[in-house]
């Protein structure tokens, strides 16, 4: 078979992000596709995945096709949130949508990971299932759950506060990760010095530098992760 790689063979995403995130930051994406996406695929003829009779006929089945979708389903969320930190400075809409895309990768991963794990446990078209396996997982990684929190919070609960700091550009600054929970009370933002050496100060940073740490987190995650499932 021919040694297809992401910058000729992939999709168009695949092509284009390649040399942008994935050849220096997630490697190991090429790696697997290689191995457990491009056999389910009709290429050279073209790059959509094989009907049930032909994966039957080189021993693979629904379960592949359920790993191979949520591998790609990872890379879309990923593109999104690479799109987002280009902007300088984000509004806080583009950060809630940054963290929501880095924390809906982590979703697909780790499903990901436990179906390879363990794929005898969960069918491939469950949802309910997908959820099953998530929650297996995380009860024994919890490395991104200060990510997940935080989306949380962010999408589910009250809108959090933040603070408008006036210079060249004005911008905003949002409760950091770990301090999100001890501004539920936004009076708190205007009761304490905002100011230099105020605790306002220290407990809020840039969404943009909020994002950085989410993404480079969240690529090292992946990359160890899927190092581990070559190792197995």
């Given at each position: 078979m021919k040694n297809y790689i992401l910058l000729y063979d992939g999709?168009?995403?695949?092509?284009?992000?390649?040399?942008?995130?994935?050849?220096?930051?997630?490697?190991?994406?090429?790696?697997?596709?290689?191995?457990?996406?491009?056999?389910?695929t009709n290429r050279p003829d073209d790059i959509h995945f094989k009907n049930d009779a032909e994966l039957s006929h080189i021993g693979k089945n629904d379960h592949d096709?359920?790993?191979?979708?949520?591998?790609?389903?990872?890379?879309?969320?990923?593109?999104?949130?690479?799109e987002i930190r280009q902007i300088e400075p984000v509004d806080l809409d583009q950060f809630v949508e940054c963290l929501v895309r880095l924390s809906a990768a982590t979703d697909a991963a780790d499903e990901l990971?436990?179906?390879?794990?363990?794929?005898?446990?969960y069918d491939p078209w469950s949802e309910k299932d997908g959820e099953k396996a998530r929650r297996a997982w995380r009860e024994k990684n919890t490395?991104?759950?200060?990510?997940?929190?935080?989306?949380n919070k962010l999408v589910h609960g009250r809108v959090s506060p933040s603070v408008l700091i006036k210079g060249t550009f004005d911008r905003y600054r949002v409760p950091k990760f770990e301090k999100v929970n001890d501004y539920i009370d936004w009076r708190k933002v205007?009761?304490?010095?905002?100011?230099?050496?105020?605790?306002?100060?220290?407990?809020f940073d840039s969404p943009n530098n909020l994002m950085e740490k989410a993404w480079k987190d969240v690529l090292s995650y992946f990359e160890k992760n899927?190092?581990?499932i070559y190792d197995n």
């Open positions: 999709d168009h995403l695949e092509q284009k992000y390649w040399s942008l995130f994935i050849k220096e930051e997630f490697p190991e994406y090429e790696q697997f596709w290689q191995k457990y996406v491009v056999p389910l096709i359920c790993i191979a979708q949520l591998h790609y389903t990872i890379l879309r969320h990923l593109v999104r949130a690479y990971i436990e179906r390879m794990t363990f794929p005898a446990n490395e991104l759950k200060y990510l997940r929190d935080y989306r205007t009761t304490e010095r905002v100011g230099k050496g105020g605790r306002v100060r220290k407990d899927w190092k581990k």
